[in-house]
């Protein structure tokens, strides 16, 4: 199936720890992107790569750190979570610009105790 | 910058019965817009879009979209609704000069029988 696939989909954890969310995408797609969803539902872009290349880094605190090994695949770190960081995250791709549309993963809900 | 807003945070509508969902967008130039269909625990999917050319667009399952310039507007509707069109809604917005993609709060669309 071509998608964007993301793992784990659920993530408990505790206060302090440090945690990865992987995405990959099979759609051939060049740009990639992290979204976090709060529990309003209100959808705020994090970051975006370009060809491995960062293009988008949004005021996200530098305990979150985004890897792009290859253009199919952006990672998100998080060191150090916090209770605050409980959301849904969205991984997305597109083929760069804004008039093409997004095409998101399922989500991973981070739940910090 | 561009902003979105819409107007309805839930729209309850029995089945079968029409639908408006409001979507009013804030940009000083031309823009692109999106209407992307969230069902629980997925991601988004795109339902439609305005790049250019004719103002109505429509998508595969019966929605339809106007984009109206003098009103900044880009309401989403539906002449009957299904059980299955229950979902949560976001409209979106970016500028054809490069900005990003924002999106709206969501209106959560809810069929009841």
């Known amino acids: 199936d071509t998608a964007v696939s993301q793992t784990p989909k659920y993530l408990v954890t505790q206060m302090g720890n440090d945690k990865s969310i992987k995405c990959e995408q099979n759609?051939?797609?060049?740009?990639m992107y992290w979204y976090k969803q709060d529990s309003k539902k209100f959808l705020k872009i994090m970051f975006s790569?370009?060809?491995?290349?960062?293009?988008i880094n949004e005021t996200v605190p530098n305990r979150f750190s985004p890897k792009s090994p290859d253009k199919a695949h952006l990672n998100l770190h998080i060191n150090s979570l916090e209770l605050g960081d409980s959301a849904v995250y969205f991984c997305?791709?597109?083929?760069?610009?804004?008039?093409?549309?997004?095409?998101f993963g399922n989500g991973t809900r981070l739940t910090v105790t | 910058a561009q902003s979105v807003t819409q107007l309805d945070s839930q729209v309850p509508v029995f089945e079968e019965a029409p639908v408006e969902l409001r979507c009013n967008y804030s940009?000083?130039?031309?823009?692109?817009l999106f209407w992307y269909v969230q069902y629980p625990n997925q991601g988004l999917q795109l339902l439609l879009k305005?790049?250019?050319?004719?103002?109505l667009v429509k998508s595969i399952n019966g929605f339809e979209a106007e984009f109206n310039k003098s009103q900044t507007s880009f309401h989403l509707r539906k002449p009957s609704v299904h059980i299955s069109d229950t979902a949560e809604y976001f409209c979106?917005?970016?500028?054809?000069?490069?900005?990003?993609?924002?999106f709206g709060e969501g209106t959560q669309l809810t069929v009841n029988p």
């Open positions: 997305a791709s597109n083929n760069g610009g804004w008039n093409s549309p997004l095409h």
């Open positions: 759609l051939g797609h060049d740009t």
């Open positions: 790569y370009n060809n491995k290349e960062l293009i």
């Open positions: 940009s000083s130039v031309s823009v692109y």
């Open positions: 305005y790049l250019s050319g004719s103002t």
């Open positions: 979106a917005v970016s500028e054809t000069s490069g900005s990003r993609l924002t």
